[in-house]
């Protein structure tokens, strides 16, 4: 590519020979002319940082002095010190909340990270219907939530549903699925990595198909059967991408909200989770928000934890 | 960016090819290739036939012990009254709207804020930045309910946003990972460029305007593709600011009308979901190579 020699900034070339006043009024036009170029360059930002200061800065910032309040949005917030912590510490359901949370998390992994990996694995090895496998896993991660959790919550349903007609159908024992409160979490779960494993599966995907096909070669030839090829070769390979997935799919999976809100409600503590008992403080049973904005700095906190580590790999990354 | 996932892999991957030419190796692929087609029908596209079909079923048909996969005879019922007597038309022009709105209004502070932090680097611009790539490590729950004080009053101005679509609009605009990928993809673009138009006499508006947007139409689609899948997704925040019910997008008046005590008969209710569905699958079938292939793009550069 040919090199311009246009200047940076055009105007017209500074006379060399000037007075002392001149070399002054130089500078002082200089330093006008970058003035203007700031106030210009922060004019184009100002809506993007006004937007930012006002709905994530500043949200932050009150997040955390709301939690140390008593706030009903009625009568004026009142300074209440630690006593919101301390409230949560007593109710059972923030325990029970946080249980349930870990444990969505903990079987969304087990499901949810073990098979987009096992399929990317094996779709990278089929030579037919690639654009149909692709377009066909990632369907379910188009569609609204509130529509897959509520087409599920058909399939759900104990008596005619799809599930337990598919179960009748093959003679085999049906369940209660959301409506027991063995069963409900595990349902959650499954609807859950229905609708977003497409995402998980196709950066697999793709991280799969970045790996030299030279490595498969030369460990083929060292004698390596296909099983020694994916545990020697495909598996040091791809330790980054998973691990990096992992650490985004605990962030986001301890924030599930959408299922249990939609099929088992804000009161059952079976399913009860943290973003749900913030929402049931908040909006629909006590009205009370600064006791939410404790639960949601503690919810910071935890995946903030998450946050540093994925902060930390990445970078090392770079 | 669409260049990765059209490729098939040019090296080779896991098996190849010559093992998978020999007679066992072969028989195992085409059985594996049969059964992993079959699944993945079953389980990706059948919840969608089941969805689409069953709103065409009448009630009746509908709740009989025996299920049937093709409906008997196919009405249209359900549809027209989930559109009509559920009022699914109004939310649905509802949802359009925010998005719409929501997508201009994204895109041009986003722009503009990438333009300003790549092209013309003010003083302290560097820590901006950062302040905005911050907050992608924010987690929006953690946000929630100071965000929605935020916007029930706001600061200085003490506006109340709640049931307008500003609530949506302007909280959508302050999006980092937008700003992020238009900054990466202006920092290509070469300074010659800007200088030539700046020569010609070109403002740095029209600079932006008539050199760097035309440039960037592949960055654009992406992020304009994502910017209204996300806003039509949306339901946690929407469910909170926009609570009066004739204001509120598809997602939450249909979860509004699954609790509510008038019971509305599930075929148009399937048909409310299905409605809710087109236009999310006509997008990704139309843009399905800008969508995959901003996702793989993603997962290579971490």
Known sequence: ?318 | MTAHESAAPATRSLISDQELARPGYRAAYFTVLSLTTVLFAAAFLFPLYWMASSALETPREFAAQTPTLVPKSVHLTAYHDAWTQMDIAHFFLNTVWYAAGGWLIQISVDVCAAYALSKLRPVFGKAVFAGMLASLMLPSAALLVPAYLTVSDLPLLHLNLLNTPWALWLPGAANAFNIYVLRRFFDQIPGELLDAAAIDGASRLQTLLRVVLPLSRPVLAVISIFAVVGMWKDFLWPLLVLQDPGKQTLSVALHRLSTSTTQVPPTEMIAGLSIAAVPMIVLFLFFQRHILGGLSAGALKG
């Not at chain 1, 009142?78 to 909340?97: E, I, K, M, S």
Request: charged share 15%; proline share 6%.
């Open chain 1, 1 to 318: 590519m040919a090199t311009s020699l246009a200047p940076r900034r055009p105007g017209p070339p500074a006379a060399p020979a000037r007075g002392r006043s001149g070399e002054r009024s130089a500078r002082h036009a200089r330093l006008r002319r970058r003035v203007a170029d700031n106030a210009l360059a922060y004019a184009f930002m100002a809506a993007g940082i006004v937007c930012f200061a006002v709905f994530s800065w500043y949200p932050l910032f009150r997040g955390i002095v709301l939690s140390f309040q008593q706030d009903n949005l009625i009568t004026d917030p009142q300074w209440v010190g630690l006593d919101n912590y301390r409230h949560l510490f007593d109710d059972p359901l923030f325990w029970t909340a946080w249980k349930n949370t870990a444990e969505f998390t903990g079987l969304a992994l087990l499901l949810g990270y073990a098979v987009p990996f096992a399929i990317a694995v094996l779709l990278n090895e089929l030579r037919h219907f690639r654009g149909y496998f692709r377009i066909a896993v990632y369907l379910p991660v188009m569609l609204p939530p509130i529509v897959s959790v509520m087409l599920w919550q058909f399939f759900y349903d104990p008596g005619d549903g799809l599930f337990n007609t598919a179960l009748r159908g093959a003679h085999l024992p049906t369940s209660q699925w959301i409506q027991s409160p063995h069963t409900a979490m595990i349902s959650l779960v499954l609807v859950s990595t229905w609708a977003n494993m497409g995402g998980a599966t196709l950066m697999y995907l793709a991280a799969l198909q970045s790996i030299p096909g030279e490595l498969f070669e030369a460990a083929e030839l060292d004698g390596a059967g296909v099983w020694a090829r994916l545990r020697y070769v495909t598996l040091p390979q791809m330790r980054f991408i998973m691990l990096v997935l992992l650490l985004l799919q605990v962030i986001s999976t301890m924030q599930v909200f959408i299922e249990p809100f939609q099929l088992t409600g804000f009161t059952d503590p079976s399913t009860i989770t943290v973003m749900t008992l913030i929402y049931r403080y908040a909006f629909a049973v006590n009205n009370d928000f600064g006791l939410a904005a404790s639960m949601s700095v503690l919810l910071f906190a935890v995946l903030g934890v998450f946050a540093a580590l994925y902060l930390r790999l990445t970078r090392e990354a770079d």
